[in-house]
């Protein structure tokens, strides 16, 4: 059983940068594909990103291609979402999640475990 614990979010201005950080326990990070995800009020969780377990291939939604950046640190059993360039449309609750029975996936069904999310907030 693997638990996942975000941390980083909270209020920025439109422009501005935020750092999430997602810790894994409880089973083989490394083995393990890692993804983020969000939602709005209202709306669907949508897919991030994501990264493969040993990190050399990221993906990302289109909608944040060249403002977000996703990474992990394997010996820190840590993924990590870089924000950059943020707009209030980017503001939701983010979820980091991880699934180990699947090597590539941006479907919310196919990840088999979740944290319990971090809100980002991003004024105009």
């Known amino acids: 059983q693997v638990q996942l614990v975000e941390s980083g979010g909270g209020l920025v201005q439109a422009g501005g940068s935020l750092r999430l950080s997602c810790a894994a326990s409880?089973?083989?990070?490394?083995?393990?594909?890692m993804g983020w995800f969000r939602q709005a009020p209202g709306k669907e969780r949508e897919f991030v990103a994501t990264?493969?377990?040993?990190?050399?291939?990221?993906g990302y939604t289109d909608s944040v291609k060249g403002r977000f950046t996703i990474s992990r640190d394997n010996a820190k059993n840590t993924v990590y979402l870089q924000m950059n360039s943020l707009k209030p449309e980017d503001t939701a609750v983010y979820y980091c999640?991880?699934?180990?029975?699947?090597?590539?996936?941006?479907?919310?069904?196919?990840?088999?475990?979740w944290g319990q999310g971090t809100q980002v907030t991003v004024s105009s």
């Open positions: 990264i493969t377990r040993s990190g050399g291939t990221t």
């Open positions: 999640a991880a699934t180990v029975r699947r090597s590539w996936t941006v479907q919310t069904q196919n990840y088999d475990y």
């Open positions: 409880g089973g083989t990070f490394s083995s393990s594909l």
